[in-house]
């Protein structure tokens, strides 16, 4: 820590004990020590003494014996030129600050009744709300706990004019933060000014007054113990329960208005305690301290239109949206709609214009949230069944934010844009095609209202993993080319990334147990090369999807010691599958058709099983409806595989899997595949090629019977032979 | 030759939860073994039930389940103190269904003051069961609970959606909450873990698997009971160890079976004999699958089952 803050710390807090001890001896002299003080309606005494140091606070009596303890917290001042005063020295200085600052206000209640209004609104005459009672603090705490407010900020002084005051109460307003105002900076505080300029102040509008003092910024963390004590289950006097409760749950940073002095540094370290960081309009040497917490403790230098926006940068505050400010209707309702020619006023993509889709994640300091560029035309510049090129670019930030999981973010566009009432969208990444129907149109849709929803929905559906979004559309030919080139690069380097993971090189692989709810014994692991069997969920989606529901369906395991690598099978696999499953599967061979097969639900893409006569394996998929060769069809077959039964022979997977390498490797791989519909053969030709080069036979596809070939076993092994495939020679199957 | 009859090896108890206040609380919960398996394990409190009663008065009921009530329906205090002092009830719980937005859409604060006046008016505990709608309940469940501070409601359902605002509530001012999800023990689980992560204590959670009467998906909710049990009992999931609710007599009393007349469906015999057993036979299976509160309707109804657990326990 920084030894200016250290000395300064140290400094205000010995001149705010003194003043205490003075004030407290005082008011002994006056009215005995078993005068009762404290705060009104409030079941916690003294609350930030109460909740640290567990020392109920009723007599004055009692605070002198605070204020003793406080001496002996108190490091010594700093005078020594070569002496470094250590954190822990401030911080103590910083908590000792707050003990006797409670103190000091207490005997102000003592000593003046009405000093403060004792309401949650100011009186016309009093404008000092001073401490919440346990009532407000209860019914405004629960906003923090639900989230219905992010957070609070505390202010310190006041700003260089009224106008500044109010941009930034209003600005903390409209992110549904509280706003705790105290002490003065040169005989001016926030609240006057607030005042002054008309603004209705009170917990009523969130903008509260405490108190005319730097002394009553301790109310504002009072106000935080109590709800850690009440809504934390944290008893009082768990000194470090507290601290971490408030680090972790309840978003708080000071904002100081003009000159820093002692006695707010020395309230700023108390306040660093519980992890609220400071941000300054004054010039403050910045300030991270990694054994509190990951982010700035101090920042300074701030101008006052950034002053709002770092604040919650660097605490981290979840903004929330509510409703999509667009002038159509916005649901799932609307995603199937179809935009026929008739109805087209304006499309772009789809073949007709360029066209491409790009999410990419960016540092927290290169995205500005909600900001919405439009270069180029809009749709109002566009005359009827006219048409733009178009590109869309969305960056990202958030400190979950991994660059993993921009195509998960990129391929929710799609869906998100298509429940817009009137406007249809088709594909992704530069094969989009976007329409957008005469009605829309009339209302005033505009392609800038894409941006809106893809900032909002983005927040509300991600929150976990996205802090800010900005969103970019190009409709000039020139640009979207640009974007396109650089698109492209980005999509060639997740393709690798994908392609280039394999089970041998990660340690951690998903659950999915979505489909309990109909196969309660069914657990899906998800490694990177076995896709989910719906084919919805990939490795990576399984890992976005823990990091945005942490208590959902696809929970993260280590896979532990490796039984056989071969067939796939792992130590944890197998326990948690155990557990999961309710002790019905005990162990799973992650690449076997015929021995502990991986249990399915019913909502895979095919099924695979064997066929004796020829050694091998067939696969169909959902959408094939004829005969197959085992006898059976897809719907016959699907009632064997699924519903969380080991069925040795019948395995439920994704069409994906069949171009993997650890596809039924325990059984010989690809090479068994001795039949395949059609329809399916065609759709994974492309994803195929290389696993056939990988076998030695690049023409593999060919040699696999189809419906055209037979719906028999009989009818199909002539062929087979006529071949030569391979599975005729491999070691029996049965 | 000696018999060794076999036995569950259990590992967990389902946790006891207190509800009520002053000298009417009630205990519920503690059980260690599987719904009246007492050759295996204890159950210390045995299942109780909670009677019904509705917020105004019911529009769309059978004349069968109207005729105990008719005298008190427009009256929610007269209702409730009927229950308790003529048909005995446990337990009392307030069905808020007139806050529905798709019904009369009653303000919370009206709905608060209903819920107030009962809860002075009597002293067993009482359940506040809102209209099923995620954000009208959470602004009514959260008035009721803190006009009721003090009063230890136990409120629901409290749902995916709304578990944070009034789950917080709850701690705020002390009540307990009922945790509903969709018959699915995933989902159940996950729930209970969020009110957990959110401080909610263990011993103000109570579960409710939702549930469809008989030949309306009973076998489900049947079965997703069972299996929350097991979890519960012999395989350490700590996060399904919570009693569990079932707000079924108001499913029951809307099916068909139950409405129709005798003239049009001359085969479904006696009207209201069919309403009542409907309801018992569907509260009598909720308690073999492990409930521990069954919200009632009918008082024959709740006779029958009433014995039925008597005979259960002594067996």
């Known amino acids: ?734 | 030759m000696r018999i060794d009859i076999p036995r569950v090896a259990y590992t967990g108890t389902i946790k006891e939860i207190t509800l009520g206040r002053n000298k009417n609380k009630i205990t519920i919960g503690g059980e260690s073994c599987y719904p009246f398996h007492l050759f295996e394990g204890t159950m210390p409190n045995p299942p109780k039930i909670a009677m019904e009663v509705y917020d105004s008065a019911p529009e769309d009921w059978p004349d069968s389940a109207m005729e105990p009530f008719a005298d008190v329906v427009d009256d929610p205090v007269a209702w409730a103190r009927k229950c308790i002092d003529v048909y005995g009830a446990e337990m009392i719980a307030l069905q808020m269904a007139s806050t529905d937005p798709n019904g009369k859409n009653i303000p919370a604060d009206k709905a608060a003051a209903i819920a107030k006046k009962v809860s002075d008016e009597i002293e067993v505990p009482l359940i506040i069961w809102g209209c099923e709608n995620v954000d009208k309940d959470t602004e009514v469940l959260r008035s009721i609970c803190e006009i009721c501070e003090g009063r230890d409601l136990i409120i629901g359902p409290v749902v995916e959606g709304n578990y944070r605002a009034i789950g917080a509530t709850a701690i705020a001012y002390n009540h307990t909450v009922i945790a509903s999800t969709p018959i699915d023990i995933n989902l159940a689980k996950q729930l209970n873990i969020l009110l957990g992560n959110l401080n909610v204590p263990d011993d103000k959670i109570i579960i409710d698997p939702s549930i469809g009467p008989i030949g309306y998906g009973l076998e489900y909710t049947y079965s997703v009971m069972e299996r929350i049990r097991v979890a519960a009992l012999t395989q350490e999931d700590e996060r399904l160890q919570y009693p569990i609710i079932l707000n079924l007599a108001k499913e029951v009393w809307k099916i068909k079976e139950v409405n129709v007349s005798e003239t049009e469906a001359p085969l479904y015999g006696h009207k209201k004999s069919r309403g009542v057993l409907f309801e018992a036979l569907t509260a009598q299976c909720m308690l073999m699958a492990g409930a521990n509160i069954l919200i009632m309707r009918h008082p024959e109804a709740i006779g029958l089952v009433k014995e039925s657990i008597k005979d259960l326990m002594n067996s």
């Not at chain 1, 696809?554 to 999961?580: H, L, M, Y």
Request: charged content about 25%; glycine content about 10%; overall charge negative.
């Open chain 1, 1 to 734: 820590m920084s030894k200016i803050i250290c000395s300064a710390a140290i400094q205000g807090a010995h001149k705010i004990v003194s003043m205490a001890e003075v004030k407290c001896d005082e008011a002994l002299e006056k009215w005995g020590p078993d005068q009762n003080i404290g705060f009104p309606n409030t079941t916690y005494y003294l609350p930030v003494i109460y909740a640290m140091l567990g020392t109920p606070v009723e007599t004055l009596g009692n605070a002198r014996e605070v204020l003793n303890k406080c001496k002996t917290l108190l490091p010594a001042i700093v005078k020594d030129e070569s002496w470094l005063p250590s954190l822990d020295s401030a911080l103590e200085a910083g908590m000792s600050t707050l003990f006797a600052e409670e103190i000091l206000e207490a005997i102000k209640y003592l000593e003046k009744p009405d000093c403060y209004t004792k309401t949650e609104d100011p009186l016309i005459d009093n404008i000092w709300l001073g401490a919440a009672d346990d009532v407000i603090m209860r019914k405004r705490g629960v906003e923090f706990v639900d989230g219905s407010a992010p957070g609070f900020a505390i202010i310190l002084g006041a700003a260089p004019t009224t106008e500044i005051a109010v941009k930034i109460a209003i600005e903390l307003q409209e992110k549904n933060l509280y706003v705790l105002m105290c002490a003065d900076h040169d005989g001016k505080t926030m609240s006057e000014q607030l005042i002054e300029a008309g603004v209705q102040i009170g917990w009523s509008t969130r903008l509260v007054s405490f108190g005319q003092s730097y002394t009553a910024g301790v109310f504002a963390v009072g106000f935080a113990v109590r709800a850690a004590m009440s809504f934390g289950g944290i008893k009082p006097g768990d000194f470090d329960g507290n601290l971490l409760f408030c680090r972790g749950g309840i978003f708080a940073f000071i904002i100081t208005l003009g000159a820093i002095t002692e006695e707010w540094v020395a309230n700023a370290a108390g306040a660093i305690n519980w992890g609220v960081p400071i941000i300054a309009d004054a010039p403050a040497p910045k300030l991270v301290v990694p054994e509190i917490c990951d982010y700035e403790l101090i920042t300074g230098d701030i101008s006052h239109d950034q002053i709002v926006q770092k604040a919650i940068d660097v605490r981290g505050l979840k903004i929330k949206i509510s409703k999509i400010d667009i002038p159509m209707s916005y649901g799932p309702a609307f995603e199937g709609e179809r935009i026929r020619k008739e109805d087209l006023y304006f499309e772009c993509g789809g073949g007709k214009t360029l066209g491409v889709e790009l999410t990419v994640s960016k540092d927290m300091s290169e995205v500005e949230d909600g900001k919405i560029e439009i270069i180029g035309p809009d749709i109002d510049e566009v005359k009827e069944g006219g048409s733009l090129p178009f590109g869309i670019l969305i960056e990202v930030a958030g400190r979950q934010m991994q660059p993993d999981f921009e195509p998960i973010l990129e391929r929710q566009i799609h869906h998100l844009v298509n429940y817009i009432q009137g406007v249809m969208h088709i594909g992704q990444r530069s094969i989009m095609w976007l329409r957008i129907g005469k009605a829309a149109a009339e209302k005033g849709f505009l392609l800038k209202h894409l941006g809106k929803v893809i900032h909002a929905k983005y927040h509300q559906e991600f929150s976990n993993i996205v802090d800010k979004v900005q969103v970019t559309i190009y409709t000039k030919e020139k640009k979207v080319r640009e974007l396109l080139e650089s698109a492209k690069n980005v999509y060639v380097q997740r393709d690798k990334r994908v392609e280039g993971m394999v089970d041998e090189t990660e340690e951690t692989f998903y659950s999915c147990t979505l489909c309990q709810s109909f196969a309660p014994s069914h657990v899906c692991i998800i490694t990177p090369e076995r896709t989910g069997m719906c084919g919805a969920y990939n490795w990576l989606d399984c890992k976005a999807s823990n990091e945005i529901n942490p208590t959902g369906p696809n929970q993260p395991i280590a896979k532990g010691e490796c039984f056989d690598t071969v067939k796939g099978q792992w130590k944890k696999i197998n326990d948690f599958v155990s557990r999961a499953s309710g002790r019905k599967v005990e162990k799973v061979n992650a690449y076997s058709l015929m021995e502990f097969p991986m249990t399915a639900c019913g909502c895979f893409e095919c099924v695979a099983t064997i066929l004796p006569m020829c050694n091998g394996v067939m696969v169909v998929n959902r959408d094939f409806m004829g005969m197959t060769p085992s006898g059976m069809k897809f719907t016959t077959l699907a009632g064997l595989a699924g519903g969380g039964n080991q069925t040795p022979g019948f395995l439920g997977i994704s069409k994906h899997y069949i171009c993997s390498r650890k596809f039924i490797k325990a059984e010989g791989g690809l090479k068994r595949v001795v039949w395949l519909p059609k329809m399916l053969k065609e759709e994974i030709s492309g994803l195929i090629k290389p696993i056939c080069e990988d076998i030695g036979i690049p023409d593999f596809l060919d040699m696999i019977a189809d419906e055209t070939v037979g719906f028999t076993e009989e009818e199909i092994l002539p062929f087979l032979q006529e071949k030569g495939h391979p599975a005729l020679a491999m070691g029996a199957l049965i």
